[in-house]
């Protein structure tokens, strides 16, 4: 396959343009969260992590499950979950039955520097914010799309999106939701619901 870096490829090609822009965006992300995490002394994994915790419940802050979040090794997650306690963002709550294992929750210093720090996506927030609606319903269904063929290829490991959900079924193209008891829209549609519970 030809290269998507390649100029004269990229230019005459749709697909590589979109694959380069998508590439671009990611760097912004990257940098947005660089900047913030040298702001408070934090790595932008440390500062994901905080921010991670503070939105998901307690059985989802393993390292186990942290690992599989975000794709990195356990020992990995391991030290940065020891430089957040060792900060008091975080305390662990050990497993009586097994006391190798434990859950973390944010300490009142860690909650707070999450509020410091979750901002860190207001750029791109304010762009899409001012975008048409209708455009933005177009590029989250693609976007939904995209993650969904990602998650199909175990290039994202954990998906707790609708069509992944047990609660989750289509009729005659329609997209439906038992918990809720109602018909999704595109805009309906989530890449990460509390309520998610893997399809068997």
């Known amino acids: ?33 660089l900047d913030k995490s040298k702001s408070y002394n ?3 994994i440390q500062i994901q992590v905080l921010i991670f915790i503070a939105y998901h419940s307690i059985e989802k802050t393993t390292v186990s499950y942290l690992s599989n979040e975000f794709n990195l090794t356990k020992p990995t997650i391991s030290d940065t979950i020891k430089t957040l306690e060792q900060k008091k963002y975080i305390k662990k709550h050990i497993d009586q039955k097994d006391t190798r294992s ?19 996506v207001n750029p791109l927030t ?3 914010s001012n975008t048409d609606q209708n455009d933005k319903l177009v590029l989250w269904q693609n976007i939904t799309t995209i993650i969904q063929q990602l998650n199909e290829l175990k290039i994202i490991s954990i998906q707790r ?12 193209k329609e997209s439906f939701c038992s918990l809720l008891n109602q018909n999704l829209k595109n805009d309906n ?12």
């Open 102 to 120: 434990y859950t973390i929750e944010l300490t009142e210093s860690g909650k707070q520097i999450v509020l410091e720090t979750e901002n860190f």
């Open 126 to 128: 304010e762009i899409i």
């Open 189 to 200: 549609i989530r890449i990460d619901c509390e309520e998610f519970e893997i399809k068997k």
């Open 161 to 172: 999106t609708c069509v992944k959900c047990k609660f989750y079924s289509e009729n005659n």
């Open 1 to 33: 396959m030809e290269s998507v870096y390649n100029l004269k490829n990229q230019n005459s090609n749709l697909d590589y343009k979109i694959v380069a822009g998508l590439d671009r965006i990611s760097q912004v992300f990257k940098t947005l969260l």
């Open 42 to 44: 934090l790595s932008p």
